[in-house]
Structures are given as structure tokens and as C-alpha cells.
């Protein structure tokens, strides 16, 4: 059923807040059983709430502006192995230029044919997402190609292409990277995390970490790449690079060192803490062998239980640097 409302969305466990004047469609429900269906039955303005659970699909968006809120990127997973051949696991084409339209509190996996593909779309906002375990030949992760969108404390890790190891923007888009964390994406060729072509990028506070590539950040024709207060470690590339009337713009206070440090135990989201959102990626894959989400079986048993659990609440708290 579809009811219009006005209403400030919390999503607790990645504190993802939203506000609309449209309809909220539940996913699953007996109206929407899947995220497709939801996002078909939508009309600009609407908000496709997605529950905790993992989601074997590929989404389509075209021609309209809504939001797609998840419960919290450790719990609400949309994987497109299998139903994503030839086709990104999220293709959004062509929203209306009123915006914003949310993306927020979802992990996207598995992409054979990159994670997540904006064509023309206006006054995105993506947060509190993780891009992973996605492959193609350019921008595995995200190519976002025109228009403009901000992205905010996204993961993309683990993902591999030619060029674009995580992100290839193209076609004059615009974008903001603000505490982003780019982690163990591999370009055979460059840009390790990103390459910029014919856009510009703006990278604030961003870590990049264990990515192979020429280069890890790469602008190349007639781009021009910004990058401020970010942390190089361990990459195989150099840290910046430009080409071909690309321009790179070192606005300061990056470091770059050989060595990570320590990895802290517990800290599955990556952000510096143990605490639930951590606890809930545990819960999610309990009684599972955590093939499914790398480095969840904390002590390594082969199974996720209590023993992993003991573990987590004995680094409960900040990680140590």
C-alpha cells in the first residue's frame, strides 16, 4: 500500500537519516516482495525501505528520482552473483535533476559486470554503502557517467578492472569522496582506486589502502582530481598520477607510508570502532563458515559462534592506532 508521509527516517544501526515528503514502500512485503518490484511501483519522491536480508537481484532505476534506504550495509545485501551476468548489479539511468535521491545503509556484491553503473543521474547522495567482491574491465565498483553525486563514507573493496581498479568516472561527471575507504581493489593497468576521465573528483579524508594499480588516483583527460587529508598505505602504486591534460590537485595533509598500520581485530566495518555494527555483521553470519563476508570468523575455527563473539567484545570499544 502506498501512503504519502512526512517523516524523518532513522535507520539505527548506520544512522542513516532521510527526509521525504513521498511514499515508503517495505521491502519485502506482500505488495513488494523484491527491491525490483518496489523500485517499479515508485514515483519520484518515494523511498524503497529495504529490511535486513541478503537480496539475489538486479536493479533497474530509470527516468525517476527515488531513495533506496537499507537497514545497514552489514545486514541488508544485495548480491548479484548469478542474476547480474552482463549487467551491473544496480543501473541507475537518468534521474530528474530535482533530487537529492538517497542510496544508503546497503552492501552491493558481486557484480560481474561492475557494482554499480549512474547513467546521467542528478543530485545523488550515497552513504554508509559497501561496493564489493565486483569485476569488469573499467570501474568494477561504480562508474558514474555525467551528472553529479556525493558519496559518504562509502567501502569499496576487494573489487578488480583494467582501469578504475574501484571507481572510472567519465562523461563530465561531478562527484565529492568524502570518508571514503578504498581497500585492496586491483587495476591491472591504473588507478587502483579511481580514475578520473573527462570528470572531476573531489577526495576529502579518504583511506586508501592495499590497492595495486600504476597509480592508485589517477586524472587523465582533461580531468581534474582533488585530493585532500587522505591516507596511502601499502599500495602498490604510486600515489597520484595525471596524464593526456589531466590534472591532479595535492591539496595537502595526505600521507603515504609503505606499512598499514595493525589491523584491529573486530573492526568489520572499518571505521575505526568495535561495537554493534560489528557485532551485527557477526550475528548475520552466525553458524555460516564466513566464506561469505572475509575476516568474520575472527578466530579462524572455520565456524562463527561464540568463540567469535568473545573475541569481538574483548576489543569492544576504539581501535588502537
Known amino acids: 500500500m502506498r501512503a504519502t508521509t512526512m517523516t524523518v527516517m532513522g535507520i539505527a544501526a548506520s544512522a542513516v537519516v532521510h527526509t521525504t515528503s513521498g511514499a515508503e514502500l517495505a521491502v519485502p512485503s506482500k505488495q513488494y516482495p523484491t527491491i525490483q518490484a518496489a523500485i517499479d511501483g515508485a514515483v519520484n519522491g518515494d523511498v ?57 545503509g546497503v552492501t552491493i556484491q558481486n557484480g560481474s559486470t561492475n557494482g554499480v553503473i549512474l547513467d546521467g543521474v542528478w543530485n545523488l547522495v550515497m552513504r554508509d554503502c559497501v561496493i564489493r567482491h565486483c569485476t569488469s574491465t573499467y570501474g568494477a565498483a561504480l562508474i558514474p557517467g555525467g551528472g553529479n553525486a556525493r558519496f559518504e563514507r562509502v567501502t569499496f573493496r576487494s ?24 581497500i585492496d581493489n586491483i587495476a591491472s593497468n591504473t588507478g587502483g582506486a579511481l580514475i578520473d576521465f573527462y570528470s572531476s573528483s573531489t577526495l576529502t579524508n579518504c583511506t586508501f589502502r592495499g590497492n595495486s594499480g600504476a597509480f592508485v588516483v589517477f586524472s587523465y583527460l582533461g580531468s581534474s582530481t582533488t585530493v585532500g587529508s587522505g591516507a596511502f598505505c601499502a599500495n602498490s602504486g604510486a600515489a597520484l598520477g595525471a596524464c593526456c591534460g589531466g590534472v591532479i590537485l595535492d591539496v595537502g595533509s595526505n600521507t603515504e607510508s609503505v606499512n598499514c598500520p595493525t589491523a584491529c581485530v573486530g573492526d568489520l566495518v572499518v571505521d575505526g570502532l568495535i561495537d554493534a555494527l560489528d557485532m551485527a555483521v557477526l550475528l548475520n553470519f552466525w553458524n555460516t563458515d564466513g566464506s561469505q563476508y572475509p575476516g568474520v570468523d575472527l578466530n579462524n575455527d572455520g565456524v562463527v559462534d561464540a568463540g567469535d563473539i568473545a573475541v569481538l567484545l574483548n576489543a569492544w570499544g576504539q581501535c588502537a592506532q
Do not use: M, W
Not at 56 to 83: F, N, P, W, Y
Not at 159 to 182: I, K, P, Q, R, Y
Open 159 to 182: 573489487n578488480t578492472a583494467v582501469n578504475g581498479g574501484a571507481v572510472n568516472t567519465a562523461n563530465g561527471f561531478a562527484g565529492s569522496f568524502d570518508s571514503c575507504a578504498f
Open 48 to 104: 524503497v525501505v529495504i529490511a535486513a536480508g541478503l537480496y539475489r537481484e538486479k536493479l533497474l532505476i530509470q527516468g525517476k528520482t527515488i531513495s533506496l534506504l537499507g537497514t545497514d550495509a552489514s545486514t541488508t545485501i544485495i548480491d548479484g552473483a548469478q542474476v547480474a551476468e552482463g549487467s551491473p548489479v544496480l543501473h541507475y539511468i537518468n534521474s530528474t535533476q530535482g533530487g537529492p535521491c538517497v542510496i544508503a
